[in-house]
Each structure stands twice: as C-alpha cells, then as structure tokens.
C-alpha cells in the first residue's frame, strides 16, 4: 500500500520517471542521459501506467495539506485570447487525470497559415487539438511551429505538423536530434488510453531554424508584432517564449507552469527565478502556460512565490549537512504541496541542491537522482 495516495481525490498515487525501453547497458546509459534531457515530462506524469526504467524509481506523492484548498481543475478548450490569437489548454486537475503531462499549445492565424505554439506528445492529443484549430479557425495550412523547448510533450508531435518550418533555440534543436537518433527504427508511439492507439509511426521531426536571442514576425494580423525570444536559462537551457506586445500576451512554455508544480528536472532555479522577474516586468496581461490553466501575473507570482520557499528551504538543509533527499521529506510547501505534482518538490530540491554544489548541468546525475529518490520514499513510506 502507498501511504500517501491521493487517489480518492484523483490524483496519481506514484509519479514514475521514464517509459523508454532499453535494451542493453550501453544503450541504457547513453539513452539514460538522452531522456534526462528531453523525454522526462511526458513519461514522468504517465503517473501509474508508466513503466519505472533506467532503474529510476517512482517517487511518492506527498500527502496534501488540509490547512490549504486544492487547486480547481480545468477543462480543455480553444480559447480565443486576442483577435486571431488562440490558447489550445488541455484538461487537468482533480478528476481530469493526473493533468500535469498533457502541455497546451497557441495558434496564431497569418493571412496565408497558422503558427503553432508546441506541438504537444501524442498523436490522439494531437488529432483533438488540430479537430478544434478546423472547427473554430478553419483550413489554413500549418505553415510554422515554434517549440518552446525540448521536452517530448512540447516537440513529439512535430511530424503531424510538416511540412511546416520550425523554430527553436539551438540548444533543443541540439538536444531534439539526439532524441531523433534514439528513435529505433519503425517505432511507434505506446498505446495508452486517450493518446495513442499503438499503431502511429513515430518520428522526431528536428526543428529547422534557431533563434539564439529574439526574431520578430510582422506578417501576422497585420503587421502585429509576433516576438521569440529565449529569456536565458530556466526550465532548459534552451527555452523560447512568444509575446504579443500588442495584445499583451505572452506563451511561456513550461516556464509557467500554473496550479502544478513546476519541474525543473533540466531547469536552473536561481536563472528561472531572474526570468520570472524579467517576465513581471514585461507588459503582460495574459500569460499561456505550458502546463495548466491560463493565468497572468499573480498566477506567475505565485511560481516564483514556490521557488523561493524551495530555495530557502533547501538551503538551509543544503548548509546543515542534510541530504536532499532528507531535505525534501522534511520541506513543508503549505498551500503547493496541494498542487498537482507535488513529488516534483525532490527532483526540483534534488536540483537545487545541484545548484549549490556547483554540479549542475543541463541534464540530471541519474545514479545521485536514484539515491535521492530511494532516501525520500523510504522516509515517507515510513510515516505511512
Ligand atoms: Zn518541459
């Protein structure tokens, strides 16, 4: 029995790290450290019905507290932000599933196509977004794709869209090609309810253009500025966020993650936290998460709100000659351990710890990572 179930209420007992096969040793490491970097998200909030792989066990969800509301779900829909500028937010929260590995995506109409913000994992989540872009937007080709960053539920569904040019910072491009070279030949995606039926070919489409700092499109809604551009170093070493000055909308990508945890399993925190302050000084109404329900600026505060207390607390820990995973079972979050994803408190204190030994790099220390994890589960398990 897993003491801390939350399932009563909906949410996934267990969060599993991975879902990749491998089939042998030196294929499992190289692979191991490809995952780290790109395939986490989607894999890691298959919750139960993913495989544990790459000997990462699940990591337990930590009891809610009732002191604290539980964050309202939502629902999916295409919402219309601005005047041809679209949200597609996928369902999530208590009862819609464990909601946090299903990402959103934008559409913006040019005269002569649509540009897609990420391009979501799974072909059936793919099917409904596109159902939804026919029925309310109408038949213009997908002509461009922006990938906020290199996480497979953000970049999987990419072929769906070809043949469209897409962008990315060089650093997903990068780590988006090494996805593509793991894919074994005739692969498909993994049947799972709802996302895939088991029979789709799958291909890493690689994106083709790179933004290193800003590109600006003027040929969408007539001359209205449309602005890429990385913020530095935050969820990945390569993020991309999509602004509307006009409209003061801004697509974040997993740089906002609302009424969940955010994941910072390939994120820097300190750097996170500088672009979450660049971001509360931009003019911005309407912020697009990549995960979760549309928000703004409170909603962004609140993020920042989270990182802060994480740090603060781990470090604390950090500098007593705690261990992190000790540190995290010990870190109460108040009102965010009710949100979904709560087991993300290791990993993102796992990172933190990284931070403060100097040890971090884009991707995680999966053989550290598994100490952690066992440390933390036992801990909680115990006060079961
Ligand atoms: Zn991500």
Same mark, same amino acid.
């Given at each position: 029995m897993v003491p801390f179930s939350r399932s009563k209420r909906g949410f996934q007992m267990m969060t599993k790290l991975q879902d990749t096969e491998v089939v042998c040793v030196s294929r499992r490491e190289a692979v191991a450290r490809l995952m780290a970097a790109g395939v986490g998200m989607v894999s890691m909030l298959r919750g139960n019905v993913a495989r544990a792989q790459l000997g990462a066990p699940p990591v337990v969800t930590p009891p809610p507290d009732p002191k604290f509301p539980i964050p309202a779900s939502w629902k999916t829909e295409l919402r @219309?932000? +601005? &005047?041809n500028v679209f949200a597609y937010i996928q369902a999530g929260g208590v009862g819609q599933g464990? +909601? #946090?590995g299903v990402s959103n995506a934008g559409v913006i109409v040019g005269d002569d196509h649509l540009l897609v913000i990420d391009t979501l994992g799974q072909p059936l989540l793919v099917k409904a977004f596109m159902t939804a872009v026919r029925n309310?937007? +109408?038949? @213009? &080709?997908?002509g461009r794709v922006v990938?906020? !960053?290199? !996480?497979s539920d953000h970049v999987g569904g990419n072929q769906f869209f070809m043949p469209a040019e897409i962008v990315a910072h060089p650093f997903c491009r990068e780590t988006v090609i090494k996805m593509a070279a793991a894919l074994p030949p005739g692969a498909k995606f993994e049947k799972h309810g709802g996302w895939a039926d088991g029979t789709e070919d799958r291909r890493q489409i690689v994106p083709g253009t790179t933004v290193t700092d800003k590109l600006t499109y003027y040929n969408y809604n007539n001359g209205t500025a449309v602005e890429i551009f990385h913020p530095g170093v #935050? !969820?990945?070493w390569g993020d991309l966020m999509v602004y509307l000055p006009d409209y003061k909308i801004l697509f974040a990508g997993d740089i906002a993650v609302f009424s969940m945890t955010p994941w910072t399993h390939n994120g820097y925190v300190t750097e996170w936290l500088k672009v979450l302050d660049k971001i509360m000084g931009?003019?911005?109404?309407t912020i697009v998460p990549g995960h979760g329900p549309i928000g703004g600026k409170k909603e962004l505060a609140e993020v920042r709100e989270y990182f802060l207390i994480l740090k603060r607390e781990a470090r604390k820990r950090f500098d007593a000659g705690m261990s992190p995973g000790k540190a995290a079972a010990d870190i109460k979050m108040g009102k965010f351990d009710n949100w979904i994803g709560a087991e993300r408190n290791l990993l993102n204190t796992f990172r933190l710890y990284c931070e403060f030994d100097g040890t971090i790099t884009p991707i995680w220390d999966m053989d550290r990572l598994r100490r952690a994890i066992d440390e933390y589960n036992a801990i909680l398990k115990a006060r079961g």
């Open positions: @219309k932000l +601005g &005047p464990s +909601g #946090a309310t937007i +109408g038949n @213009k &080709p997908f990938n906020t !960053h290199q !996480h #935050a !969820h990945t931009m003019d911005v109404e």
